[in-house]
């Protein structure tokens, strides 16, 4: 007859997925493994204009690539390639609105290869052309000159929880409302 307490002594094997995201937890919580995360980001946030792929990133971390991409979406809440999108995007709104520089030039200055891609790109996440965005950006700047340039910029972050081709789709199919532009706002 077994013991009372036999059941105590067995290992219980937990399934491979929930044992994968607890080993997934602990890692996040690895303070080598953020500072290696940060490292990447930063070095992101330097260069933005420059190309990053995850190869590249995860050299700079240290780790393997798959690692570091599911690391990365985990700490930071977006994959590295859309990350790279968003400060792309601020970038290109913040030259459109303090400089006088071409779209062209913005262009090629924040990373983008090809007009085109910049232009629908663009478009894509903030709802305006950058010709648009320039227009009604030097039109809040009378609004604005009180507010610090930190909250600006986090108030203007393009929203990127999407990917953008599915953003498209969505859009394409009607089951995504466009952005809003400030006329059509309540």
Same mark, same amino acid.
């Given at each position: ?27 996040? /919580?690895?303070?080598? !493994? ?15 204009? /420059? ?7 995860? &050299? ?15 700490? @930071? ?11 792309? =995007? ?15 030039? =913005? ?7 090809? !007009?085109?891609? @910049?232009?629908?790109? @663009? ?38 929880? =999407?990917?953008?081709? &599915? ?8 089951? !995504?409302?466009?952005? !809003?532009?400030? &006329?059509?706002?309540?």
């Amino acid at each position: 007859m077994p013991s009372r307490n036999a059941h105590l002594s067995r290992p219980t094997v937990s399934p491979p997925r929930a044992r994968n995201a607890a080993v997934d937890a602990g890692a996040l /919580e690895d303070p080598a !493994l953020l500072r290696r995360l940060l490292r990447a980001k930063d070095r992101m946030d330097a260069a933005s204009h /420059e190309a990053w792929p995850v190869k590249r990133l995860a &050299e700079v971390s240290g780790v393997s690539e798959a690692h570091f991409a599911r690391s990365f979406k985990r700490a @930071f809440g977006l994959p590295p390639h859309r990350y790279l999108l968003t400060r792309r =995007i601020e970038q290109a709104t913040t030259l459109l609105r303090d400089t006088d520089l071409g779209i062209t030039d =913005i262009a090629f200055a924040t990373g983008w290869e090809s !007009l085109g891609t @910049f232009g629908r790109t @663009f478009h894509d996440i903030t709802g305006k052309s950058p010709s648009a965005m320039r227009i009604d950006a030097r039109a809040a700047m009378h609004e604005l000159d009180r507010v610090p340039a930190c909250v600006l910029k986090a108030a203007q972050r393009p929203d990127l929880t =999407i990917a953008v081709l &599915e953003k498209r789709r969505r859009v394409a199919d009607d089951t !995504l409302p466009p952005t !809003l532009n400030k &006329e059509d706002m309540p």
